[in-house]
């Protein structure tokens, strides 16, 4: 059973950071692109980043470039994702996803709220 556990969303201020987990099981991790994707209340989700399994090449929305970076450790089945210079629009529940695009994510986690608010 394919299994996405996200942990590490909490309350921060502005600008403050956090880092994000997504703790991988009934796969081989290392098989797949995985993203991390985001829903703020009352609107669809959007991708956010992804990564992908060849050279760990990365990819990143607009509205988080300079500020995010997406990493794996393919040994821990595990995803990351540091966010830097946290802005109130980034206030949603992130998910993680199995595949690089919203299109291809056949399996998402069951989120972790991260609330940027002063």
């Known amino acids: 059973e394919v299994q996405l556990v996200e942990s590490g969303g909490g309350m921060v201020q502005p600008g403050g950071s956090l880092r994000l987990s997504c703790a991988a099981s009934?796969?081989?991790?290392?098989?797949?692109?995985m993203s991390w994707v985001r829903q703020a209340p009352g609107k669809g989700p959007e991708w956010v980043s992804a990564?992908?399994?060849?050279?760990?090449?990365?990819y990143y929305a607009d509205s988080v470039k300079g500020r995010f970076t997406i990493s794996r450790d393919n040994a821990k089945s595990t995803l990351y994702l540091q966010m830097n210079s946290l802005k109130p629009e980034d206030t949603a529940l992130y998910y993680c996803?199995?595949?690089?695009?919203?299109?291809?994510?056949?399996?998402w986690g069951q989120g972790t709220q991260v609330t940027v608010s002063s």
């Open positions: 996803a199995r595949g690089g695009a919203l299109s291809t994510s056949d399996y």
């Open positions: 009934g796969f081989t991790f290392s098989d797949y692109d």
């Open positions: 990564i992908d399994i060849g050279f760990g090449s990365t």
